[in-house]
């Protein structure tokens, strides 16, 4: 019998899951323990500090609910979730990139060109307007582009649903021939995740605030091309350099352009303050073996 | 701003807990972040996968009660228990190696050195007796010797409780002036952990059996030196060489002698079957500042 101590212990387990059926689970439960293993020989954590380590696991996973997802927050807020998603998206060298999907999409009513989706959300008017184009610069026709973001004071309408039922700040567009969609709605702002769970505690002890800088969601998809889930940011908004989960991409940033009356770019006369955002998106081919 | 990326993200994550106020809570974020993302960039998980294992993380925490600690049987099974119970337990020479508590410990009464605590448990009569000494071999006199262990079939008392109430196979012992103690019990059997939850799943797709081999649990505290947690296992029983928590070290496997009829040591005579098990225990002092 090999006998088990501080040394030889990472070896027994691996041996032990040395059988698994599924090779792509034994390669997994291998790494696992490893990285496990080395990180806890690194800190040597005392039976105190273990005790605080599944205590929190254990709370983590208590907050989570079906409106709740504190997992996916500690996974946002220690960067695995941009991480997972860049190994996902190494994509060609022109196509936008992406970021975070995010807890707060819902599927969303199909819109004109032109309408406005704010409902009930207040704020400041904003046009937005782009296209959708290929690597190779070709307009596509047709893509769905779905938008969603938050009001004036950093709440999106699923926080909102106690005081104001219904769907708002957030809409599916189609693509014309010429690539080209457009909408009005109100302009963001920056927002903290939920914070009065574990995760909360963890970025209060690694001092850390629990801001997002403002954006506007946006998921593009048009058969033939990879999805597209990304932010568009505000360009000089608080947080851009510390967004809590790490979305921020310097391509993604744009200037949400401020106006005072005039016209807006489909004719409208204006009066006061309005901004205007516009951005080119390109997306990725999908690969022959993904198309099949 | 820095652009993160698949390789820059990491470093991005460490310099954001740079400021936490506490340093120790500053070294386990920094190491937690380098072995997650090291975890990540070698398993590269797909998007499915990473949904997984949020979804494992979760449903461990939901598995957890006040009756139920999933993540301690997650810790236990990933040999991560045993590593941590190494890292404090890096004892002098000859003291007794100590291994997992598990969850099967409450308080028990104290009982007469030589009385049976086997309650309600059935099983074959075992007599355990041993001694408590320190490390020059003098022995410690008023030490309290805490024994548990399941009965034949590998049930504790606290899994009974629905058929039969009470505590069982579990009590508190004094050393004599010589460092001795002894009691009646009756011989234990190998067990699972509880596999019905995701551990058992994980178990499953690691092509492991989740038994723990036949064993005794002891706590042995004194005045004056270390805790000392350990079992004492049986010699020749199954799953020693493959306990599903990695808690077997050669120095605590012994013989459960085996008997027929005869005298037992404490003179009484016997019918049929019995088994009889010693064990000497050494005790490391406790460390000055630790005593003081």
């Known amino acids: 019998m090999q006998d088990l101590d501080e040394t030889s212990i990472t070896q027994s387990v691996l041996d032990r899951v040395a059988n698994a059926p599924d090779p792509r689970a034994r390669q997994i439960s291998e790494a696992l323990i490893r990285h ?9 954590p005392t039976e105190a500090e273990w005790e605080a380590g599944i205590a929190f696991l254990t709370a983590t996973g208590h907050m989570c609910t079906d409106v709740r997802q504190e997992y996916i927050l500690l996974s946002d807020t220690l960067g695995v ?29 199909e819109f004109e060109n032109g309408a406005d989706i704010s409902g009930h959300l207040t704020g400041t008017r904003l046009y937005i307007s ?30 909102l649903l106690d005081q104001r039922p219904g769907l708002a700040g957030r809409g599916r567009f189609r693509t014309d021939e010429k690539g080209a969609f457009s909408l009005w709605t ?47 940011f505000a360009e000089g908004g608080e947080y851009l350099d510390s967004d809590v989960v790490f979305g921020v991409k310097a391509s993604l940033i744009r200037r949400f352009e401020k106006h005072e009356g005039g016209n807006a770019p489909d004719g409208q006369a204006m009066e006061g303050t309005w901004y205007s955002l516009h951005h080119d998106f390109v997306l990725a081919r999908e690969a022959m073996s993904q198309a099949a």
């Open 36 to 44: 496990l293993h080395a990180f806890i020989r690194e800190i040597e």
């Open 81 to 109: 979730s941009m991480l997972v998603d860049a190994i996902n998206h190494r994509l060609p060298g022109n196509a936008t990139e992406t970021t975070v999907f995010g807890p707060f999409y819902v599927e969303a009513p």
């Open 130 to 159: 782009g296209s959708v184009r290929s690597e190779d610069g070709a307009p596509i026709a047709n893509a769905a582009v779905d938008i969603w973001h938050s009001d004036q004071e950093g709440f999106y309408d699923l926080q």
């Open 186 to 232: 109100v302009k963001p702002k920056y927002y903290p995740i939920p914070d009065d769970g574990p995760v909360g505690k963890m970025l209060k002890a690694q001092g850390r605030h629990p801001f997002r800088p403002e954006h506007v969601h946006f998921m593009i998809t048009a058969p033939g091309f990879r999805k597209l889930v990304t932010h568009i």
